[in-house]
């Protein structure tokens, strides 16, 4: 589904001449498809959706830690084209989950999973992934995982 989505965007972009918008779907396809050729090596088939999330959300924080990089660097113009590029990939997430949704997620994963202190931290965390796949932000939410499994 969110390859056909990719495609259509893609061919929209091309009529609209919007040629940002090009370029990061094309980076994106190809990217794609660099982890299809390296799942087929594995003896996997194509990526799912799920797994397509994530590479999505791992090239958002590269394009906003890239943007940093060249803030600092003192190049706005090149960091204004990483932020750009965040936000067409960005429309291809789901929506994200707000911090009381978050909360109410991890607290639900830590009773499915029956987690008990700390060490069970990766347990809670590959069940929100199993359901929260592309919705829900990891790095913010282990911290939460963390506190709570801690008895904070």
């Not at 982890?35 to 590269?62: F, N, V």
Request: proline letters at 2%.
């Amino acid at each position: 589904m969110l390859r056909e989505r990719l495609t259509a965007e893609m061919k929209e972009a091309m009529k609209a001449g919007e040629k940002q918008k090009l370029s990061t779907v094309r980076m994106i396809q190809a990217a794609l498809k660099d982890k299809d050729i390296e799942a087929r090596g594995l003896g996997k088939s194509q990526l799912a959706d799920d797994e397509i999330l994530a590479l999505l959300q791992k090239m958002i924080k590269q394009r906003q830690e890239a943007a940093g990089v060249y803030e600092q660097g003192g190049r706005p113009e090149l960091a204004e084209t990483e932020r750009a590029e965040a936000q067409v990939i960005q429309a291809f997430l789901p929506q994200q989950m707000d911090e009381a949704e978050t909360r109410t997620a991890i607290m639900d994963a830590i009773a499915e999973t029956g987690a008990a202190g700390p060490k069970d931290m990766g347990k809670v965390i590959a069940a929100l992934k199993a359901k929260y796949a592309g919705r829900m932000d990891f790095g913010r939410a282990s911290g939460v995982v963390k506190d709570a499994l801690a008895g904070k």
